[in-house]
């Protein structure tokens, strides 16, 4: 993970961190070809919640429903960055506190 920068890292989540390991047998289809093409449900595969960046949600039923998901743009983890997000507020407002502090203290022991 990338710690100067956690929400580069997260945004930019691959087919294999979201869809999990390319099936063996698994053969790439061009859908792009096909304006009309219904992606079939795989039993043998576990639903995926994928979000975009407006918090959009989809829950695709198989691998190559995940994987053209993913590549089209539905990387985003809405919970991490929030998560992310608090600890980064609170890391500010700690800091602004502990400053704070330090120059009241600094300030009154010259006064004195």
């Given at each position: 993970?990338?710690?100067?920068?956690?929400?580069?890292?997260?945004?930019?989540?691959?087919?294999?961190?979201?869809?999990?390991?390319?099936?063996?047998?698994?053969?790439?289809?061009?859908?792009?070809?096909d304006?009309?093409?219904?992606?079939?449900?795989?039993?043998?595969?576990?639903?995926v919640?994928?979000?975009?960046?407006?918090?959009?949600?989809?829950?695709?039923?198989?691998?190559?429903?995940?994987?053209?998901?993913?590549?089209?743009?539905?990387?985003?983890?809405?919970?991490?960055?929030?998560?992310?997000?608090?600890?980064?507020?609170?890391?500010?407002?700690?800091?602004?506190?502990?400053?704070?502090?330090?120059?009241?203290?600094?300030?009154?022991?010259?006064e004195?």
């Amino acid at each position: 993970m990338n710690f100067l920068n956690p929400k580069k890292y997260l945004l930019n989540q691959t087919v294999e961190e979201l869809c999990g390991l390319e099936p063996i047998n698994f053969e790439a289809i061009d859908i792009a070809s096909d304006p009309n093409f219904i992606f079939q449900n795989d039993p043998n595969y576990s639903g995926v919640n994928l979000y975009d960046a407006e918090n959009n949600t989809v829950i695709v039923n198989s691998y190559l429903e995940c994987k053209h998901y993913v590549d089209g743009g539905w990387n985003f983890i809405p919970n991490i960055l929030s998560e992310l997000d608090l600890h980064n507020g609170l890391l500010t407002i700690s800091l602004f506190v502990l400053l704070s502090g330090f120059l009241y203290f600094y300030r009154n022991s010259y006064e004195s």
